[in-house]
Structures are given as C-alpha cells and as structure tokens.
C-alpha cells in the first residue's frame, strides 16, 4: 500500500486503516473502470462467482460483518432470511440514500471508487441469487448518479454486469433509481416503495419484512453502500482474516465521519474498537478548537442520544468491578456506546463545545425531523411538528418551566408508537437533550409565559375576551 | 354557491416565478416520450408506475420543475394517475412544483452546516440576490430573484457534514462555504 | 412436577382450527387468522380503530389501536415449553405495544386492553390526533358519530396541553359534486383513498404534501364524483368528508334508524333509513356480506326525496264526471265505491298492471284479487338497465323474482296489457305502485278507458288520468319481504307512518278483498304484513317453514337464480 500517494491535505491520518476508502483523494485515481482495474478490481468478483452462492453467504456470515447502515445487523444472517423454496424473483436493493444528519461516507464512494461498490453489489446479487438490483441513491447527489450510471456502463461493457457474468450462467441487471430529497428514504421499507413509485410510506412490519415481502412483494435484501463494499472486503480478504481485525463483535473496518466542532473535522477510516472516542476526537481530529471545550457528542448520526462530555459513566470491568470513565473512554465499535444508552449507529459523530446553546442544537434537529416525517402515522405526523414548535419557544425565550417536561412528554409519546424507526429517531434526541441538559433549557425558560398566548388564535381570543366595553 | 379556488385547485395553479424564463416551457415531443419510455423500460413489466420518480427528474431538468400537465403526462407514461403522481410529486422536496432560477441554491441548514454557518449564509446568499428570507414558505421555501437568475432553498443535510457549510448550486456541491465565496459565485455566474 | 393437564388447551384448540388467546386475564379461543382488534372487540375488550376497516386493506397508521402483547417465551434451542398447571405457557409480556388491525392471533398470545401500557398509549395518540384539528365539535356534522369524538370522551385527558398555533389546510373544499371536505379534520386514515381505490377501482382520491401537511386531495378535474363516492363519507371516522346533502339538515342524534332495504334495483341494499317526526333525513347503507358489503350507491341513496315531496299523494282522489277534476274524497267511501265500480267491469276486459316494486305481502293480496275477479290480464312493468359492474343490479326492480313467484309474472306480458288497452279491447285498468304512461301508455290510450283505477304514493304522470286514484306507502313506510336477484329474501321495515290518508298497498288490496266477498279469515282479519308472510309461507315452496322473526336483518337464501352481484364476487374471490 505503500505505493499510494493521496492528494495533498487529504493524506490519511496515521491511525487510519484506509480499506474502503483506500481510493479517495488517492493522487491519480479516477471514478473509471481503468483505475479500479489497475488496482485489482473485480478480482475479488471473478473468485467469489466461481463458488456456490451457499457458500458465499457462509463466508459472509461467518466474517461476522454487520450492516453499516447504522441498525448493525449481521449482513450474512440478513441474506439468509429469504424464505426457503422461495420462488418468486430476489432483488436486491443497495441504499445509498445517506441522509442521517452527521453521516458523509457513501458519499466519497460513490463519486470516487463507484466500481469497488458494483462489484461488492454483484457479489451480494450472486450470494441471493437476485437478477435484479437497483441502486437507490440520494437526489443530492446528480454528479455521483452520473458517475455511477457511467460506472454501470461500463461494468457491463466489461462483463461484470448483464447475461453471463464472466462465464458463470448468472445475470444480473443494475439500475440507478435517484430519490428526490426525503430522509425517510432511508428507511428500508420507505425507500421500497419509493422505487415503487408509491409516496415512501415506511410499510408495517409484520407483515412486510422486506426479506420476505419486499420490492413488488418479492423477496429483498437492502444493503447500505459501505455494507457492500465491505462484503467485497470479505471476500477479498478472506471471512477469517476479516473475522480477525477490530472488535470481536463488530469486526472490519468503520468509517466515522466527524462534524462540528473539532479542529479537523472530516472522514476517517478505522479499524473497529482500535481506539476510543477520546482518540478520536483528540489524536485523530485534534481536540477542540482554540480555547474551547468539548461539551457534547452525538455519537451515531443525528438521531443518536447525546452524550454529556463531562458525564460520569460506570461499567462493568471483565472481573465484575465497576469503573467510572467518561464518554471519551468508550471503545469506537459498534456496540460499546449502547451500554451507555446512546448508539454508534452510521457512525456519523456531531461534536459541539461549549460555545454551543444546547436547546438551539435540539430545535436544529427538531425542525430536521419535524421537515422530515412522512407523516403516514400519527404519532411521528403530529408529534414533531409539535416538538419543534415547542422547542423554538422554549429558544425564543417564550417558553415556561413546564414545557420543558412537556416536551420530553411528547417525545415520550412518539418513541415506540410508530409504523418505523423514525419514531425513535425523533424522539431519542428530545428525551436525551432535555434530560441530560436540562439546565440549560430551563435557563431558557420564565415561569410567567404559562399563562401567555402561544399562538395568534389564543392571543385574539384572549384580547377578545379582556376587551374593556 | 360559487365555487372559489381551494386547497384542491391549488395543485392545478403553478405559481407564477421570474425563473420560468429562463427555462423551455413543458412540452411533449417524441424525443421526450422515447426518453421517458427508456426510463420505463428499466423496471419489470407491470411495475411501470416505478418510473415515476426517474420521469419526474427527467421533466425538471429539462423545464425546471412540474407542471399539472407534467403531472398528467407522467401518469399516463407510468399508467399510473394524476393523483398518484401528485402524491409523489408533493412528498418530496427534490421536486419542484414552482420554478426555480436559473442557479438554485441549495444551502444546508442542518446540524453541523447550522453549526459552520449555515443559517447565517441563507441570510447572506437572501441579501445578496434580492429576496427576504423571512417570505420563505413552511411548505415550499424557495424564493427566486427578481430577474430569474438565482434562487434560493434552505434544505436538509446534503451528507458533507464534516465540510460545512454546504451549498450546492444546481448539480455542483461547494463545501465550507463563506459569505466571501459565495458572493464571488453569485457575480461569476450573474456574468456568465 | 409436572402438574400440566393430560389435554392441553393449545391441542384442543388447533382440532377445531382455533387458537387460544389470553385477552384482559381471560382465555378465549379464535379461528386462526382473525385479527387481534375483531377478536377483542368480539369479547367486549374494546380496541378503538380509525384506520382499520375490515373491508379494506390495512393501513396501520392511527396506531390508535395499540394494545399490549405477549408471547410465550422463546425457547433455548432443545428446550422443551413448560406448561402451567391451567395448562398455559407463562406468558412474556413486550415492552413495546403492537397495533391490533395488522396482526392476528396466535397460540397462547396475550393481550392487554387495560394495562397501563395500553391506556398510556391510547391517550397518547389521541391527544395527537387533536393537537392540529380544529376542534369544532358543535359546528362539525359529525357530531355525534365521530369517532374522534367518541375517542375523546373515552381516553381523552380531558384538558389540552398543545397551545401552539395549529397548521392551517384547506376547509370547506367541494371535493365532489355530493362531498365536501375539511383536511383540518381530516384524521389522515386514508379509509376513503382506500375505498375509491381498492374497491371503486378509480384512483382519484390521495394523499399529497408531506409530515404534518399531509392532506387528502383529488387531482384538478378529476374529482370525487363517483357513483359511489358517498360512501366515503360513512366511512371518514370524522367529519372530514360529509354529505353535501345531509349535511346542517339535522345532528345525528335526535334521528332513529330503521334497518330496511334499498328498492332502487333487484340487488337489494341493505340499509338504514334515518328518520325524524315522519321525515326522512338520509339513508346509510348496512352491512350485509351477501348483498352490499358495506356500501351503497349514491344515486340509490339519494332517492328519497320523493317520500317528504309536495307531490305525495295525501288523500284519495275521485273525477265523478269525465271533464272535471279530480277531488280530494274520503277513504272509506271511496274503497266502497271503487269495489262497486269493480265489480261492474267485465273480467275479460279488466287488466291489472302491478309492480315489482311491491313487496311479496302485496303482491299475494294481488294475486288473490285477480284470481278472485278472474282477471287473466295483468302483469308488471319490467324495468332495465346496465349494470354497473358493482352494485347496481341490472334488473331495476327490487322484486322481480318475487313477482314470478307470487304473481308468475315478470313483465313480458306487459305490452299485450298495453295493446289491449290502445286497441280498446281492455275498457278498465288497475295500475298498482305503477306509472303507465311512464311506461309506455299516453294520456291518449288513458282516456279511451272507461275505467281506471290507481294506487300511487306521488303523483305522476298516470294519476292525472285516473278516475280514482288511492294514496299508497313508501318503501320507507311498509313492513314487507322482497326476493332480491340473487334468490335473497329479505325485510322491509317501517321508518315513518304513511302521510296523511295515505295506506299500505296491501291495506289498500285487503279492503276490496273483503268489499268482494273474501272469505278467508287470515286475509281479512289480518292486522299487519307481517302476518301475511305466514299465509305467503305455507303457499309457496320456496319459502316454506320460513317466518319473518327468521328472515332476519340479514334475510335468507330462499331460491337460486343464479346472478350474482359483481361487487360481493369480487370481495368473496379476495378471500
């Protein structure tokens, strides 16, 4: 690897394993199928298609790698949920609809290396049998939809798309659907009926396991981009060699993207469970800006639970004692963080010091979620606009002690009420927030707005209602 | 009783906008409906209705946004229904029903680009080519200058995160933006 | 220590198909596949619903039904279930709660309706579910059948804590030529879209926008004007879509509903008339899986404007000379009179028109007049039309096939009746619930008869012409049986009194059977239809050992005629 020189400014930082990201910013290198040949691409394609398809969904699962979507399932296992003498037509979908807040990996994927992706993709294809797959990728992203459309012309001009992939009998047909601008997308579900052509209404689940019921109501595997990069990882490296590298439980590579406010804020490819979040932030993205200090971390994307910089965590050390430790002491994998209630998730990390007003941070993401809710069930429908409006108050100044409770109320409400995850989504961020900072939004908030008018309805009618005649 | 425009008409008005002159009003030509059935072509016969959102993308490129005829032509390439089309098409906030400038900003105001400035650059980039912001619509924000030329819409996480504030002017992304670079943006494009 | 039953309740269950289900404590048993809402509401653990409807797909969106569920345990691979000693597994509750339309029941499930976790959930959805509506209860017409409403009174918190300002959507939008629309209240079900899509077949209702401006919508031009577009108004849980034509007439709760039928065609609807001081206010259809599903077309249920008309006959009416008009006369003098006049014709040049629009009861005393008189010549008006695919019959009278079997007529003789008459072999004609000239004959062939006689509800193009013209009833105001297309008997039941002078046609027929001698006691003795269908039962075949208490709402398969109603066809094969 030592022959890799990357743009200048964009070097790797020294604790970086750069793996999937071994092409971006790389000095020379180009979205083409000649760059991605030069640098062994589709090798990995021509090894895995000469096994059984049972085979390569063994070798999956048995590297232990899990979904980089941001819920962590185990990729593999996934696979195999496809219902037994199924037969009615696989697809398979890869979701590169990135759009949770703090989250920029697909992303560079997709502009830069697309080719490492289509052949993870056909990999996965050929693993389920599916002869079909769409790429769903985000609208904001029209250069990456051209590039990738580029990218699929020129695979199947290569033979690693369309009739008789290199020989082995299977087919594979790959097309590019663009979204048009919505997060609940994301949602494996929603993004179906997106293709679909229907409004991207998350479906109920049961009965709608996409695995079972999915695209046309056949079976579907969705799989985030970086998952499929990562299975051609696998099957590059081997399950057992992959198995080997970063934490036991959630192995391989990850790549965390960090925004906010840190010195070096940007995209970082590690080995999993290599180093703490307190590594991270200090050694890789040098610490706080001048003269700041850390106050909060969103560990997993915007709808990760803060964690408080300053908070004492316990855990269990293996022999059962009980440590303290900060959030900076959490190892980066998959599942550390949810022991201390918030989640790794897409591994986007949103850090804010302490020049930041915390309810301002919270409204930001209410008025994100309020944007965003489909609106299909009630709780998500009613819940945020409600939360948002609430929040702004509180930061306007407007607000009343009890709103603060009222607004943790209403997130209370929503979690674990709603047809998808996006009910948790908007509600975890609310509960943490106005529970981990609460001081903060009471500070906000003057006991004497209780009793004033909210909104232009109650202000007349209150005026009405008072007028001297 | 007369029967005035209401909240169901409203999806037949397309609101007048400066930046319809600068875009070909929507038509149907036989190279449109042979690239709109190419489109169609790439899903699995019988699921025609998937090509919507792909058509959709088709129009706006070429005209700037959705017109009802659009909308009625969509349909009927999809075998699918007005109404159903217009469900689709208000969903999404990619899909305009107004047309936007020439130059469209996109300016992310989501958490991390709120935290490099991205609010800050809306009220700049508002100033800059004439408009209020605070005229920006709960349903549909996007405001268009006088002549045409720019428009502007605040809008939700462009995925850079790291490299804020993002904003992207028709299909190209510029990241961690100022008031400074984007000024300079604005006057090389007014003079294109 | 094994103190589990010899049977266990999951192994008696699954010999007869069912499952065992554990709802509010109490173990029940339900046919695999019912849901879990049908099977509390079944027990009286009531689940509230505004999305789910069983006749059409499930959405899952209120979440209004949310209840408590549990399971028994998952087992450790090899490990063996324990059962308890009522021979139960212990059941593991989740944290979580799941929606009861879109799951169904399964061996040694759980359900909580009553738990804190439900209650908590309930009261939760529906405080958000009134946070943007307007509530505007007193001047809303549903009132009183809302859902909402009823929601609200039972797991409402009884103040509300949402004080900012509510989104605005369109009110008072014409959505249809018969619907109006206000998204405000609009609760986003999409029971309506549903309906229009799944079983209209016409995609013209949708949801557009996003998040909290979700509304409901038709596209420009292409607006709810369906047929049955009514329907959506019975099926909005709120008053988001009303009928433009019941609407402001009257709150739901001063009206009495009369569960009767529909006798705008041979299918029959089943209905609910809605009715105040003798006045008919709107007509709703009635579930019945065999006839109407749970609809009902709009032209049919707007068809009642007749029965509170300026037009409705109220007294009887009698010309005594050819050239002066008629004049209002009293009944009883005048059945006296109209049996003398009878009785002059000549049979052979008597004729009687019918209708299949009357009801069995009827259409018998007919029978027995005509047999009694020796009239040969009678028939009734067949009526045609198109079927609509769905619904609407093509047979347009609601009781042809009890016509053949009572009268053995079905309206092919109808026009030798009408020759005869132009021909001036017929010098006196009955015409019974019928309008000649609306089927054919002119005011022309009506006066070369020396005689006619009419028994009409309203006035009509006929009775202008008759020597003697009956104030007859209503659907809405007879008791009676009808035999639908399918073969389906059902009952017609009294929702207001006939108005003024006006009588039942049987009433009308029993009289002059007694003026003309009849001597059977059943007949002239007899105090109400309903007891003619006794003598009607032991007469015919079809509808032997059959009493009206066993007609039943529902009514009863009595004869196969082979038609069926393209509409049930489809729901049956859906199954």
Known sequence: MSEITYLPGHEPHPRETRRIFRNIDRAGYNPSIDCFLADGGYETLKKAIQMKPEDVIAEVKKSGLRGRGGAGFPTGVKWTFIPKGNTKPVYLVCNCDESEPGTFKDRFVVHQDPHQLIEGLVIACYAVQAHFAVIYMREEFPEGAKIVRQAIREAEEHGFLGQNILGSGFDLKLILHRGAGAYICGEETGLINSIEGVRPYPRIKPPFFPAAIGLYGCPTIVNNVESLCQVRQVMMRGAEAYAAEGAQRSPGTRIIGVSGDVKRPGYYEIVSGSMTYGELLYDVCGGPRDGRKFKAIIPGGASAKVMRCDEVLKAKNPDGSVKEMSVFDIPLDLDSIAQHGSMSGSGGVIVMDDSRSMPKMLNNLNRFFAWESCGQCTPCREGNPWMYKLSTRICEGKGAPEDVDLLKSVADNICGRTVCAFGEACSWPTQAFTTKFQEEFLALTKPINAAKPHNPETAAAQKFLTRED | ?192 | MSTQPAILPKDEAAAEGKVNVQINGKWYRFPKGTRIADACNSVGAHVPCFCYHPKLSIAGSCRMCLVEQGMPPRLAPGAEPVYNADGYQTISWMPRAVIACANTVAENMGIRTDSPLTQDARRGVLEFLLTNHPLDCPICDQAGECKLQEYTADYGRGTHRFTEAKIKKGKNISIGERVNMDQERCVLCRRCVRFMKEIVGEEVLGVVGRGGHNAIACHPGKRLDSNYSLNTTDLCPVGALTSKDFRFKMRVWFLKSTPTIDVNCGTGTNINIWTREQQVYRITPRQNDEVNSCWMPDNHRLNYKYINADTRLLHPLVRTDAEAPQRKAAMAPTLNMVSTQISKCDADQLAVVASARMTNEELYLTRQLVDMLGITKYDVVPRKGESDNMLIAEDRNPNTTGSKLILGRDGSGLQNIFDGVRSGAIRALIVLNEDVVAAGLSADDLKGLDYLLCVSHNVDGTTPHADVVLPGSTFAEKYGTMINVTGRIQRLNRAIEPPGKAMDTWEILRYLLVRFGCDNEMITACPSARHLFDLLAGEYEPLQGLTWGAIGNQGRQVIETGVTIPLIEREKAKK
């Open chain 2, 1 to 192: 009783m007369s029967e005035k425009p209401d909240a169901i008409d409203r999806l037949a008005v397309t609101e007048p906008s400066p930046g319809e002159k600068h875009f070909p009003k929507f038509e149907v030509t036989p190279e449109l409906t042979a690239e709109a059935r190419e489109y169609v072509a790439q899903y699995p016969e019988g699921k025609e209705q998937s090509a919507i959102l792909p058509l959709v993308h088709l129009v706006q490129e070429k005209f700037g946004f959705i017109t009802p005829a659009a909308v009625e032509w969509i349909a009927q390439e999809c075998k699918s229904t007005p109404i159903h089309v217009d469900g689709v098409v208000t969903f999404y906030p990619g899909i305009h029903r107004r047309c936007p400038g020439k130059y469209h900003f996109r300016v992310c105001h989501t958490i991390a680009c709120a935290m490099s400035g991205g609010e800050e650059l809306i009220e700049h980039i508002c100033k800059k080519i004439g408009v209020n912001a605070a005229d920006m619509g709960e349903i549909d924000p996007m405001l268009v200058s006088e002549d045409g030329l720019f428009s502007i819409e605040p809008v939700e996480c462009l995925a850079n995160c790291g490299f804020g504030p993002n904003v992207m002017v028709n299909d190209t992304l510029h990241s961690q933006m100022t008031p400074e670079k984007v000024d300079a943006l604005i006057d090389e494009l007014k003079n294109k």
